[in-house]
């Protein structure tokens, strides 16, 4: 996808409403990153200041997280490609070092300077994991951490089955496709896993996850799938967010309520120092 159209996405759809988190997704995953930070060293007291990057910060709700859970203070620096919701994040974090960029141009910014921990919470739909490593390790200090959140390609099976089958293509002409960007995603946990171990990193936590999601109506799919951002490209693609009463009233009935969930691959990993 353009980096253009995410930009817009984002700036246009998605930043007033990021907050509002409909179905609670980001907050759930954010904690479970949280959970898996809180089984290593990271967050120890007695240690110097913590400096955090954080790559496609979106409003700083993570940094917060941060802060409440670390008995380190937090030194914050962070990038993301909306303008709007890079400056949400400097309201709530005034001390944060923020860039408003593409994620895969991070190493362009910050020079010199190394960090105990980087986060990279859903940017390899667009950016690649493989792209990724390499400049994280060098950013990393030795003994510094990784987190890492990403979509699988299994991602929604139900919403797929749906935009796969018949119904779809014959109310709004759609083709086969994946309902979520995963072009640069792992398949999987395990994938995602051996790519980061293979640069050398020690893992620490690797797990699944798998938030349950539940569609009352259409309308409560939009707002988790459009303004809440996570099938933003995909609505947007159909149309959707254009049709009249009618036609919702239709898809309501012939569609929801839908349970569905979420998969996310989760990682924690740590730079080895030297003679470890």
Avoid at 67 to 92: C, F, T, V
Avoid at 136 to 153: H, N, Q
Wanted: proline share 5%; with cysteine.
């Amino acid at each position: 996808m353009l980096t253009e159209t995410v930009r817009r996405h984002y700036d246009d759809i998605i930043a007033s409403n990021y907050d509002v988190d409909p179905q609670g997704i980001t907050g759930k995953c954010q904690d479970f990153a949280i959970e898996q930070l809180q089984g290593t060293n990271a967050f120890a007291p007695g240690l110097p200041n913590l400096r955090v990057l954080d790559l496609g910060m979106g409003t700083g709700m993570f940094l917060s997280k941060l802060r409440h859970s670390s008995a380190r203070q937090i030194d914050p620096y962070g990038l993301d490609l909306s303008e709007n919701m890079a400056a949400q994040a400097k309201r709530k974090h005034p001390d944060l070092q923020v860039v408003v960029d593409d994620a895969a141009c991070f190493d362009d910014h910050f020079p010199g300077q190394t960090f105990d921990l980087i986060c990279t919470h859903f940017i390899t739909g667009f950016v690649p994991l493989s792209h990724l490593i390499l400049r994280i390790w060098d950013r990393l200090s030795p003994g510094g951490y990784w987190s890492f959140l990403g979509a699988t390609k299994s991602a929604y099976p139900a919403l797929q089955n749906i935009a796969n089958g018949k119904l779809v293509k014959r109310l709004f002409g759609a083709s086969d496709g994946d309902i979520v960007e995963t072009g640069h995603s792992p398949d999987n946990l395990e994938q995602a896993q051996s790519e980061i171990e293979q640069k050398g990193f020690e893992i620490c936590d690797s797990k699944d996850f798998r938030p349950e999601l539940i569609f009352a109506n259409f309308e409560a799919f939009m707002e988790y799938a459009y303004y809440g951002g996570w099938l933003t490209p995909y609505v947007e693609g159909l149309g959707l967010q254009q049709i009249g009463w009618p036609m919702k009233k239709l898809v309501n009935l012939l569609i929801f309520p839908l349970q569905d969930y979420h998969h996310v691959a989760a990682v924690v990993a740590r730079k080895p120092i030297l003679n470890d």
